[in-house]
């Protein structure tokens, strides 16, 4: 069976910090894989997803950046967090193909301070 | 812009009986729906998908789809405390890009 994993779980950072997240899934070859953002209160924002090793479609310009290194490894990152990157961030994979199902992982409590 | 409506709530329903939850969708053309739950400070768990019109049935969960009215909702029969939470509403637009509403928050009275 398929599996993801992703971490931090919880992170507290000081404006200006960098960021990296992480995520991996297990159980599957070339997925589509996501990295969506919920604020308080709010929606799930779709940020970046990617349907092959380096390459990534970005749906809202900020100063997130995501990047593939390899198959199943998906990684969200900031130069200089903002107070306004703090939310909850959720990375995501559905089996290659259009419109099939999206499943997550367990999410990053990200504070910035 | 593409759009997916739910009405936030709160929506109490009282134990044991059926819950109702709407979700409206702006693009006619949309193909595939789904339900996912969310608890407090957890990611969104996939209750069911529902392709075409008409009802799908799985468990207590039944979805409903009318394209032509470009409406889909879930129905929880007999439900129960473990049912509170946010359900969000989720429908793809184009190929890749699935697009969520803001989610109902249901809380069930015991």
């Known amino acids: 069976s398929q599996t993801i994993h992703q971490w931090p779980a919880t992170l507290v950072q000081p404006v200006g910090s960098p960021l990296s997240l992480e995520c991996t899934v297990e159980g599957t070859s070339n997925p589509n894989l996501y990295w969506y953002r919920q604020a308080a209160g709010r929606g799930l924002q779709l940020l970046f997803y990617?349907?092959?090793?380096?390459?990534i479609s970005s749906e809202v310009p900020q100063n997130l950046s995501a990047s593939r290194p390899q198959d199943r490894q998906f990684i969200l990152s900031s130069k200089k967090l903002l107070l306004s990157d703090s939310g909850f961030y959720l990375c995501?994979?559905?089996?290659?193909?259009?419109?099939?199902?999206?499943?997550f992982g367990e999410g990053s409590w990200l504070t910035v301070v | 812009q593409k759009e997916v409506e739910q009405n936030s709530g709160p929506l109490s329903v009282p134990e044991g009986a059926i819950a109702s939850l709407n979700c409206t969708y702006s693009d006619r053309g949309s193909q595939s729906f789904f339900w996912y739950r969310q608890y407090s400070g957890k990611s969104p768990e996939l209750i069911m998908f529902i392709y075409s019109n008409g009802d799908k049935e799985d468990g207590r969960f039944t979805a409903q789809l009318n394209k032509a009215s470009q409406y889909v909702s879930l129905l929880i029969r007999d439900s129960q405390p473990s049912d509170s939470a946010t359900y969000l509403c989720?429908?793809?637009?184009?190929?890749?890009?699935?697009?969520f509403g803001t989610g109902t928050r249901l809380t069930i009275i015991p």
């Open positions: 995501a994979w559905s089996r290659a193909g259009s419109r099939n199902t999206i499943y």
């Open positions: 990617s349907v092959g090793i380096g390459q």
């Open positions: 989720a429908v793809f637009f184009g190929n890749e890009k699935l697009t």
